[in-house]
């Protein structure tokens, strides 16, 4: 789900985990701290974080649902700054620490007793979500986090300026720089990927038939199809057809929506607001594939749910967690189809979808069950950044690719020794 606020931040910033892990400080008020139900039976005190979704309706139907709940008081911080992530870990050094929060999954939160087993609560319907989602969630057997929404990312166009254009769908870069460059006009660039292009970094990699990390825990990203798509990359980076400096980044369809761009990089949280604007005038594909050898790729973010394991009410966070995002199947679909669209990681959620069953949205399922790549909760925030300084020197800044990656193997590898020795 997107962020769709006034500041113009990043998406990708919010895996940011690393930094706030070892951060200090107590986080002051923000955002609404008004979602108390009207009184639970126990007596109970609960606090859950969330940070501010764009989408209309989202706050309140969080704290719709925090109210419904009668064995605890739920009160709900919206968090609306664009630094979520680092007040969020700072707060959880402090004994203001929520005892429920959003997430992505994320190794060092388990390997610091951050957060809370939910084996016991997921196992029994372990086999109704869907199995990426589990193992993303995994480690050493244990499950820990509870996805509630899966949000697939990949290009929206406009169908008209394509058509006058005379250019296909793009099947791989090559062909979308070529497509990028025949839409350029001199008001309306071909292509936008973000203003720093971070989100298309794993897709690219996924899309030259390699990985971030391989089953053993190795880098699996420095391979000659990476580095032939990291100076494809650079060759549209110069080309003068990509959008670059937009008003918002590329989680936020304001740019293909106002004509800015004819195609963009973005996620199915956006269908709704692009069909207001642009009526059935548009369509998506998956990244193209970067090399010959490679496929088509779709990356899967999304949000969990996670129980902070240092909290002074953990059985009853865990609860409260089971009753909301296992037990109440109805507020489960609510949240992931009436506030933008998102698919439920529940399958029997996701296959009585109604408004995932048509059109555009239902070509977003079909993508996203053919190229999906999920997180990979070993891949944290360090070795992250340590890609988007390849593309900082290599796309940006003309820097010898092969020497770029060695550079960010030398600080994977540091992080890889680190977390699994």
Not at 1 to 21: H, K, T, V
Not at 59 to 78: F, G, L, P, R
Not at 365 to 375: A, T, W
Not at 386 to 411: H, I, Q, Y
């Amino acid at each position: 789900m997107s962020a769709l606020s006034n500041s113009n931040w990043d998406r990708r910033s919010i895996l940011r985990a690393a930094a706030g892990l070892s951060a200090a400080g107590a986080l002051t008020a923000c955002g609404g701290n008004n979602g108390r139900s009207g009184g639970g039976s126990s007596g109970t005190n609960l606090t859950q974080y969330f940070h501010a979704y764009g989408e209309a309706g989202t706050e309140q139907a969080i704290k719709k649902y925090a109210k419904a709940y009668d064995k605890a008081n739920v009160t709900t911080q919206w968090i609306t700054s664009a630094d979520f992530e680092s007040k969020l870990f700072a707060t959880l050094l402090t004994d203001n620490a929520p005892d429920v929060f959003e997430f992505h999954p994320q190794i060092q939160m388990i390997k610091s007793g951050q957060v809370a087993d939910l084996t016991d609560i997921v196992d029994p319907v372990k086999a109704d979500f869907n199995p990426a989602d589990i193992k993303s969630h995994t480690v050493d057997g244990k499950i820990y986090g509870v996805r509630m929404i899966d949000d697939p990312q990949f290009f929206f166009y406009r169908k008209s300026m394509l058509e006058k254009a005379k250019v296909e769908v793009p099947t791989t870069l090559d062909e979308l720089t070529e497509a990028a460059a025949k839409l350029t006009t001199s008001k309306v660039k071909g292509l936008y990927m973000g203003n720093d292009l971070h989100s298309v970094i794993s897709p690219m990699i996924w899309s030259a038939g390699a990985d971030t990390l391989d089953e053993k825990n190795q880098i699996a990203y420095h391979t000659p199809g990476v580095i032939e798509g990291i100076k494809k990359m650079r060759k549209l980076f110069t080309s003068g057809d990509l959008l670059l400096g937009a008003p918002t980044e590329s989680w936020d369809p304001s740019s293909l929506n106002q004509g800015l761009c004819a195609i963009q990089f973005c996620g199915m949280w956006a269908m709704p607001a692009i069909q207001a604007a642009l009526g059935d005038d548009w369509g998506v594909f998956p990244f193209p594939k970067t090399v010959d050898s490679g496929k088509q790729s779709v990356y899967n973010g999304g949000w969990s749910m996670f129980v902070n394991a240092k909290g002074k009410n953990v059985e009853a966070a865990k609860e409260y967690v089971k009753w909301l995002w296992i037990d109440q199947k109805q507020y489960q679909e609510d949240w992931a189809t009436s506030y933008g669209f998102h698919i439920p990681p529940r399958t029997s959620l996701a296959q009585t979808a109604t408004k995932l069953k048509s059109g555009n949205a239902a070509e977003g399922v079909k993508l996203f069950n053919e190229f999906g790549h999920f997180d990979n909760i070993g891949w944290t925030q360090a070795m992250i950044t340590s890609l988007e300084d390849v593309f900082a020197n290599s796309v940006r800044k003309d820097m010898d690719p092969e020497k770029a990656l060695d550079k960010a193997d030398a600080a994977v590898n540091r992080e890889l020794k680190k977390l699994f020795g």
